[in-house]
């Protein structure tokens, strides 16, 4: 590729100035506050010309994916291993949509909610997924820079508004919980038609600056990343100049990102647990925690691999054990969701059930 140069539209243009403006008062607020070297876009846009200019025949038209670095028989193996929970992974998913949509009953907050979190999985699974079954049957493993930057979008984008959500229906089960008589007024439909939309455009706009820095960058070999997919600081890491501020500011910002929606999901499920300790009756508790188990577990699924991957320091991450973890994150999270909500969800298996029944009979010929 011989350059990465910005869209030519003079509009688009201008946004992303602007995005590129706000988004470095950030970053020397950052440095200011950690005592970090000043860090600004002349940088990285003088260091890229100079590139360019004693490297112009070797900038980089495409990576390739290391993947697990296993042989091909084996390769072959974690290819049939992970194509049936690719499979099951999106029927899952499609089956939690289904079942709410030809349910009257569940035109409720918590599984509209659920709905959107069935809809982000299988984006997310269908951003990483398929090309890493591809490149478990091929030898070359190759991705081009833009499909890469693209994949790299997608998987922050959607994992943003992953967590945030989750964030959110923790407050579901809050106002549900601790103030029943409330919750038609605070959980209208209204409200969570807005809710859900700022989920999905806070995760859009809060990865597209890291993005837009990331395109900036200039790459002029080696072109391998050390990944099966073109995770943010494995890609950071091949460019020619010196990023170790830019993989710092994506260790801030996963940290913020995380631990906010971790410490906002945590509160809600503590005033949660204390209001279903005050209830006289067990049957009550029961119920009530049997609703919150299944948010609760894939909560912390979500948090453990995630924040295992993205909120530790840069020094001390093992790329070999990075790896394993993202596949809980990208593979295992995804499948486990509609199964933990279908399995521990009473409304869900009785919509299931008949379902099934109706279709058996329809089926069955008529003596």
Known sequence: MTSTTGPKNPRNSYLVCLYSHYYFILLKIICQKFDIQ????????????????????????????????????????????????????????????????????LHIPMYYFLCNLSL?????????TPKMLQNLLSQAKAISFWGCITQCYFYFFLGTADFILIAIMSFDRYVAICHPLHYPVIMSGRVCVFLVMSCWLFGFL??????????????????????????????????????????????????????????????????????????????GRRKAFSTCTSHITVASIYYGSVIFMYARPIQGRSLDLHKVVAVCNVIVSPLLNPFIYTLRNEKVKETLKEYLTRKSSVLQPEP
């Open 38 to 105: 000043a860090f600004s876009t002349s940088s990285i846009l003088q260091a890229k010309a100079e590139v360019r200019t004693n490297n112009q025949s070797n900038m980089v038209m495409e990576f390739v994916l290391l993947g697990f670095s296993l042989s091909q028989p084996m390769e072959l193996l974690v290819f049939m291993l992970l194509l049936p929970i690719f499979a099951l992974t999106l029927m899952g998913n499609i089956a939690i949509i289904t079942i709410v949509y030809v349910n009257l009953r």
């Open 206 to 283: 809060f990865t597209l600056c890291p993005l837009i820095l990331l395109c900036q960058l200039p790459f002029c070999g080696p072109n391998v990343i050390n990944h099966f997919f073109c995770d943010y600081a494995p890609l950071v890491w091949l460019s020619c100049i010196d990023t170790h501020f830019l993989l710092m500011i994506e260790y801030v910002l996963s940290s913020v990102v995380l631990l906010t929606s971790l410490s906002f999901t945590a509160v809600s499920y503590l005033y949660i647990i204390a209001t279903v300790l005050h209830i006289p009756s067990a049957t």
């Open 120 to 128: 982000l999985e299988i984006l997310f699974v269908l951003s990483i």
